[in-house]
T-cell receptor, first 115, second 111 residues
């Protein structure tokens, strides 16, 4: 069965520092992987997605993620944090072939950016 | 593209009352999802539809919850009777493939 683990429910970085949010997945089929961002009092917004093309995926707002099959990981990074990056970040993996529109979600990581 | 539209944005009701949440998916999308988000339980999938047909309702908490999708452009999530523990933000999302597009949510408070 598919599952997602996000390591660290809260991450705090200084403005200008590297952002690294960790996501590990388990999947019985070749996965599609997603990162979403949720700003306060808003819905979730797609940051980027991996769909079996390039393993390094670039998204919006300077974020990128690398698919590593050997490590079953899809960590999200940004070279330099900005105050506006403070939000909740969710990693998700596609469901199994029988339930192929469903996404399996991680519990989320809250990112705080300190001045 | 108007995005996914949800109404109302905020709902405050008393315990025992019926609550109906509404969702209009993005035109052309054929899958629709209802989620609930709380601090304690995070983001939970309640039910999803494909081509207006419920595919997976295993996340619906109990019989007090029901969802319908009478046509491709409208869905409702009903709670009857409502209880304080139903207080949460309810999101609707739609998709054409795997990428889901979320609405702004309905914040429900049951007193």
């Amino acid at each position: 069965a598919q599952s997602v683990t996000q390591l660290g429910s809260h991450v705090s970085v200084s403005e200008g520092a590297l952002v690294l949010l960790r996501c590990n997945y388990s999947s019985s089929v070749p996965p599609y992987l997603f990162w979403y961002v949720q700003y306060p009092n808003q819905g979730l917004q797609l940051l980027l997605k991996y769909t079996s093309a390039a393993t390094l995926v670039k998204g919006i707002n300077g974020f990128e993620a690398e698919f590593k099959k050997s490590e079953t990981s899809f960590h999200l990074t940004k070279p330099s944090a900005h105050m506006s990056d403070a939000a909740e970040y969710f990693c998700a993996v596609s469901g199994d072939a029988g339930n192929n529109r469903k996404l399996i979600w991680g519990l989320g990581t809250s990112l705080a950016v300190n001045p | 593209d108007a995005g996914v539209i949800q109404s109302p944005r905020h709902e405050v009701t008393e315990m025992g009352q019926e609550v109906t949440l509404r969702c209009k998916p993005i035109s052309g999308h054929n899958s629709l999802f209802w989620y609930r988000q709380t601090m304690m339980r995070g983001l939970e999938l309640l039910i999803y539809f494909n081509n207006n047909v419920p595919i997976d309702d295993s996340g619906m908490p109990e019989d007090r919850f029901s969802a319908k999708m009478p046509n491709a452009s409208f869905s409702t999530l009903k709670i009857q009777p409502s209880e304080p523990r139903d207080s949460a933000v309810y999101f609707c999302a739609s998709s054409l493939a795997l990428e889901q597009h979320f609405g702004p949510g309905t914040r429900l408070t049951v007193t």
